[in-house]
């Protein structure tokens, strides 16, 4: 469960400003969390190579299809675009809630994101408090 969560949490971090001058093509995306409040549960770095189209670019909920996370089980609110900086908030619903706010800064052929989420772990009490640290680099045509 563990790499499917991270998969859907770095989609998660890019997927807002797509559309937004980003270019399609092989991406490699580096993705790391940590647990101020669980130590030792820090996990990564992770990198993943993602073919991202131009109708991805368009309609990112294209990805999250690809990656098995529910289109439609995440909703941003709150976002604010400044030149190439966007805030927002998020949430998720499913086998693992969660909810937090993001900050993603973006070129053209890079992109920088973090993530302050809390999680509602299956079968625990409290809520998990997590960041992620997202970035990314164009390496080309896919």
Known sequence: MKNSVITVVLVL???????????????????????PNAPGQNFGPFTKNYCISASDVADPTN????????????????????????????????????????????????ISSTLDLNTQVPNESGLLATQVNISGRRIGGC
Do not use: K, Y
Not at 15 to 34: A, H
């Open 63 to 110: 990805i999250l299809g690809s990656v098995g996370a529910t289109p439609g089980a995440c909703s941003f609110s709150n976002s604010q675009i400044s030149g190439n900086t966007q805030r927002f908030d998020i949430s998720c619903q499913g086998v693992v809630s969660l909810s937090g706010s993001g900050q993603t800064n973006w070129t053209t052929d890079t």
């Open 13 to 35: 971090g890019i997927t807002p400003v797509f559309g937004q001058e980003m270019q399609p093509g092989q991406w490699e995306i580096t993705l790391s969390m940590s647990t």
